[in-house]
């Protein structure tokens, strides 16, 4: 109840806390499993890929981790401060990963993405 669904899946919980931590969880575990990162947190794991990120991207996981710590850790910090700003990071560095690992996987030799255009 009160959560909402994204367009790439992920499931946005009304809950400030749930949704820093599972969102820093799920870019943690992309990172991770796809990049090589490593690292103790969020922060830690994308300065150890981000020369294969775009800046942007990197900057949105910075906001993500940030602001989770923030929440976390500052005692006087009960909420997002701006919860949309919030979801439109995460959203912004979820779809450049996306984009970044099935332009590995064409590269890959594994076809054309789903509703690819092929001029002949």
Do not use: W
């Amino acid at each position: 109840m009160g959560n909402v669904s994204s367009k790439n899946g992920f499931v946005y919980s009304a809950n400030d806390y749930q949704l820093a931590i599972e969102a820093s969880k799920e870019l943690e575990f992309l990172l991770e499993t796809h990049f090589g990162a490593h690292g103790q947190g969020l922060h830690e794991r994308v300065s150890s890929v981000e020369t294969s990120i775009p800046v942007p991207t990197v900057r949105s996981i910075r906001y993500v981790a940030t602001l989770r710590n923030r929440l976390i850790h500052d005692r006087e910090m009960r909420a997002l401060p701006d919860r949309a700003m919030f979801i439109k990071k995460f959203d912004d560095a979820m779809a450049e990963i996306n984009i970044i690992l099935e332009k590995r996987r064409i590269d890959a030799g594994g076809g054309q993405a789903p509703g690819e255009c092929i001029i002949s």
